[in-house]
């Protein structure tokens, strides 16, 4: 009787040991808003996939950020386009919990191209976006953001202290 007692209490302390980590880790995903070195991207489930949408382009104070154009486009009809809400991510097949994603393809707007492209979620809460020429591959670090829309329609945002979270967890 006190063994079986004694296990009891094992199998509750071990489920509960185990339980914190994951719990934590659930609201990890690529489905969101990342801040980008250049940009703010929200990555969502669209009809073919995941696409990435540039929602905001850091520039100088007075610039319009719609006014930046994809002006490196390889196709000159597409350079006359503002690059917010240029999609970056095509061929991105979404499973949900999934930590690695590739045979995608990432778009480039500062060399005007497209590249072969993998996603990682990072333990840290990063992506890891990696574009690939040919097996020379190069990658960025974009940090989760949280976006809250404000009754006036304007946004308020501010990058996820993904490790901080966890460690509270």
Same mark, same amino acid.
């Given at each position: 009787?006190?063994?079986?007692?004694?296990?009891? /209490? %094992? +199998?509750?302390? %071990?489920?509960?040991?185990?339980?914190?980590?994951?719990?934590?880790?659930?609201? /990890?995903?690529?489905?969101?808003?990342?801040?980008?070195?250049?940009? /703010?991207?929200?990555?969502?489930?669209?009809?073919? *996939?995941?696409? *990435?949408?540039?929602?905001?382009?850091?520039?100088?104070? *007075?610039?319009?950020?719609? +006014?930046?154009?994809?002006? =490196?486009?390889?196709?000159?009809?597409?350079?006359?386009? #503002?690059?917010?809400?240029?999609?970056?991510?095509?061929? !991105?097949?979404?499973?949900?919990?999934?930590?690695?994603? #590739?045979?995608?393809?990432?778009?480039?707007?500062?060399?005007?191209?497209? !590249?072969?492209?993998? @996603?990682? %979620? %990072?333990?840290?809460? =990063?992506?890891?976006?990696?574009?690939? @020429? @040919?097996?020379?591959?190069?990658?960025?670090?974009?940090?989760?953001?949280?976006?809250?829309?404000?009754?006036?329609? +304007?946004?308020?945002?501010?990058?996820?202290?993904? !490790?901080?979270?966890?460690?509270? =967890?």
């Amino acid at each position: 009787m006190f063994k079986l007692y004694k296990f009891k /209490i %094992l +199998s509750i302390l %071990l489920t509960a040991i185990i339980s914190v980590p994951l719990s934590s880790k659930e609201d /990890i995903s690529i489905i969101g808003y990342w801040l980008t070195s250049q940009s /703010i991207v929200h990555i969502k489930i669209c009809e073919e *996939g995941l696409c *990435g949408t540039i929602e905001h382009i850091f520039v100088d104070e *007075g610039v319009d950020p719609k +006014s930046i154009l994809d002006k =490196n486009n390889k196709k000159k009809s597409l350079r006359g386009r #503002s690059l917010v809400g240029v999609n970056l991510l095509e061929g !991105f097949k979404y499973i949900e919990g999934k930590k690695e994603i #590739s045979g995608g393809k990432i778009y480039d707007p500062g060399r005007g191209k497209i !590249f072969k492209s993998n @996603l990682y %979620l %990072l333990d840290s809460g =990063n992506l890891k976006v990696e574009g690939c @020429l @040919l097996r020379l591959c190069g990658n960025e670090e974009w940090k989760p953001m949280d976006v809250a829309f404000n009754e006036d329609g +304007s946004r308020s945002v501010k990058i996820k202290d993904q !490790f901080q979270e966890n460690e509270k =967890n």
